[in-house]
């Protein structure tokens, strides 16, 4: 006998809940159908008040982890691209005002002595 359709999605969202904190964000996608069909399923049958209260909680809470999700991605995304930017060199100006390209040095290589 299967378990309550709250209860496998409680435990499906504890699942995203957890993908989410480890940042395995590969593992969301497999798991929006099974969620979908849970949501629907669930729309159909009438639940007791405590235990939808429960997943709206859970729903609420992965949103919230979801929206963290994608400002850190955007973030990173923006300090790579900033990163690109300063790669290739900066400005400085000289004493007239003009515009003098200065390129970064690259890194000394180490060596390691015996």
Do not use: H
């Amino acid at each position: 006998m299967k378990p309550p359709l709250t209860d496998r999605l409680a435990e499906l969202l504890a699942t995203e809940r957890a993908a989410l904190l480890s940042g395995r964000l590969a593992n969301l996608g497999p798991m929006l159908d099974t969620k979908t069909a849970l949501v629907e399923a669930l729309s159909t049958q009438t639940q007791s008040r405590d235990a939808l209260a429960a997943i709206e909680a859970d729903l609420a809470r992965n949103a919230r982890l979801y929206e963290a999700a994608l400002a850190g991605l955007r973030e990173g995304e923006a300090r790579a691209a900033a990163l690109r930017r300063v790669e290739g060199g900066f400005a400085t100006y000289d004493r007239d005002g003009r515009p003098r390209p200065a390129t970064t040095a690259a890194a000394p290589a180490l060596r390691r002595g015996a």
